[in-house]
């Protein structure tokens, strides 16, 4: 009679652990910090905090805490933000609220009609733009008003800006792309007196 002698496979160590702060997976070595202490629940990724650093995906290392978004619980600094979570619905966030959308909607255009008259860059915030169109509306809405600038050579800021309506915007860009900066300026003096 011949028996098989039954061989118990080795247990393999465990590769890898669920940290409870990340909620991901990582390596075993992870999990033990300089000193040689292995913490069971918590990566050596959370060490460092205390000394001001934060692991970023990204770059591979330890950063300072001042190159993470505020609140954001992603390990991704701002560089990284978009490649790993968190910046598409920070974006998508500020795009639904009606309010924050035309405020950069109109800085955007803004902007955008800075490389039409020509300038470097413009000296004006989304407040201050907010805060021009507001003494004309109180309760502006998306598209309704825009600001151009009173003098197209001079750089825009709060002091060179009239606000006008999105109507008026279209016929004061067509006399700039037909190079008719006179008759722009005539329009936009007559809009400043009212």
């Given at each position: 009679?011949?028996?098989?002698?039954?061989?118990?496979?080795?247990?393999?160590?465990?590769?890898a652990?669920?940290?409870?702060?990340?909620?991901?997976?990582?390596?075993?070595?992870?999990?033990?910090?300089?000193?040689?202490?292995?913490?069971?629940?918590?990566?050596?990724?959370?060490?460092?905090?205390?000394?001001?650093?934060?692991?970023?995906?990204?770059?591979?290392?330890?950063?300072?805490?001042?190159?993470?978004?505020?609140?954001?619980?992603?390990?991704?600094?701002?560089?990284?933000?978009?490649?790993?979570?968190?910046?598409?619905?920070?974006?998508?966030?500020?795009?639904?609220?009606?309010?924050?959308?035309?405020?950069?909607w109109?800085?955007?255009?803004c902007y955008?009609?800075?490389?039409?008259?020509?300038?470097?860059?413009?000296?004006?915030?989304?407040?201050?733009?907010?805060?021009?169109?507001?003494?004309?509306?109180?309760?502006?809405?998306?598209?309704?008003?825009?600001?151009?600038?009173?003098?197209?050579?001079?750089?825009?800021c709060?002091?060179?800006?009239?606000?006008?309506?999105?109507?008026?915007?279209?016929?004061?860009?067509?006399?700039?792309?037909?190079?008719?900066?006179?008759?722009?300026?005539?329009?936009?003096?007559?809009?400043?007196l009212?």
């Open positions: 009679m011949m028996f098989e002698i039954a061989k118990e496979e080795p247990v393999s160590p465990a590769k652990r669920l940290c409870v702060i990340c909620r991901q997976y990582f390596s075993i070595a992870c999990f033990l910090s300089d000193d040689g202490i292995d913490h069971a629940t918590m990566c050596n990724r959370h060490g460092p905090a205390q000394n001001g650093l934060r692991y970023c995906q990204g770059c591979g290392d330890f950063v300072a805490l001042d190159l993470f978004a505020k609140g954001c619980g992603v390990f991704a600094c701002k560089k990284h933000m978009t490649a790993f979570g968190g910046g598409r619905e920070s974006k998508q966030k500020q795009m639904n609220d009606t309010e924050k959308k035309r405020r950069i109109t800085w955007r255009l955008a009609d800075r490389k039409r008259f020509e300038q470097e860059k413009i000296a004006i915030s989304q407040n201050e733009i907010e805060q021009a169109i507001i003494k004309i509306d109180p309760n502006p809405r998306l598209g309704m008003y825009i600001v151009m600038p009173v003098d197209s050579r001079a750089m825009i709060p002091q060179n800006v009239v606000v006008v309506t999105a109507e008026q915007r279209k016929k004061l860009m067509k006399l700039v792309h037909q190079n008719n900066i006179q008759e722009y300026n005539r329009i936009i003096m007559q809009l400043k009212k």
